[in-house]
């Protein structure tokens, strides 16, 4: 996914200013920067879930592969089935069973003619929450630990197999051990989709993320691989931040 000299702007507040990066295919990529600095901002340009918000507007292109999902014509179901969400704090649909949670994902998003046991069981394993829901499949999915409500809710995003997962913040309601099994599947998860993470978490974006873009103001200041990033950052705004100097 390639982001071009985008601009998003909350009626006159101007929260992303001309931002280009690339996310490659099965890499992590963090963003990280200060509270305000436009990570989560940008994060919901990359499936159109921006504009959803009153007098929120983006400007610039994005290319999923080859296709401008801001371009004329572009149907915004499909990129957001193409370009899933993951939130901060999860969010299972609070009346339904642990199964229709992940069978919602591919039903809201119009997916037809699969087999619904088969795609479910094949989620929740890609979400390595198989072996601990199997035998209460009916049973309300607002019932698991927090931890594994994530991985419901990561289940439910790669139910409808996209592209590329966002996951905003996805560990900080979490306690260590299960942050640190989100983490591994994160890891896992690489290995078929294009992932971007935001997390305040500098120690969360250097055990997961290949690469990892500072953001300050709504500027990206330095985007490069996370070890770079950490410990021999090319600007010193980079380097004062992840010192720990501000933020
Ligand atoms: N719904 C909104 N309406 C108006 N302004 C907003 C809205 N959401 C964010 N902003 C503004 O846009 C800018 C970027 O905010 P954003 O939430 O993207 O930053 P962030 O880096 O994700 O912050 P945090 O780490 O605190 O979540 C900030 O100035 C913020 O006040």
Not at 49 to 78: F, K
Not at 107 to 133: F, I, T, Y
Request: hydrophobic share 40%.
């Amino acid at each position: 996914m390639s982001v071009r000299d985008v601009n998003a702007y909350y009626g006159d507040t101007h929260a992303i200013k001309g931002v280009s990066i690339e996310y490659k295919a099965n890499e992590v990529t963090a963003m990280i920067g200060p509270s305000g600095c436009g990570k989560s901002t940008l994060l919901r340009c990359l499936n159109r879930m921006h504009e959803e918000i009153p007098g929120a507007r983006a400007e610039g292109q994005i290319l999923l592969d080859d296709t401008d999902i801001y371009g004329p014509g572009v149907d915004v179901v499909s990129v957001r089935r193409a370009v899933g969400m993951v939130f901060q704090k999860p969010n299972p649909f609070p009346t339904m069973s642990i199964f229709d949670n992940v069978a919602a994902g591919l039903k809201l998003n119009g997916v037809k003619g699969v087999d619904m046991k088969e795609r479910v069981e094949k989620s929740l394993r890609g979400a390595g929450l198989w072996d601990e829901v199997k035998d209460r499949l009916s049973s309300p999915g607002i019932g698991l630990s927090g931890g594994q409500q994530q991985r419901l809710c990561i289940a439910r995003t790669i139910a409808v197999e996209p592209r590329v997962v966002l996951m905003d913040e996805p560990c900080s309601a979490l306690d260590p051990i299960a942050t640190l099994k989100v983490e591994d599947l994160i890891h896992d998860l690489k290995q078929e989709y294009t992932i971007v993470i935001v997390t305040h978490n500098m120690q969360q974006a250097a055990r997961v993320a290949d690469t990892t873009a500072f953001f300050l103001l709504g500027d990206m200041v330095e985007h490069a691989k996370t070890e770079d990033i950490f410990s021999n950052p090319k600007d010193s705004r980079t380097e004062e931040y992840v010192t720990g100097k501000f933020g």
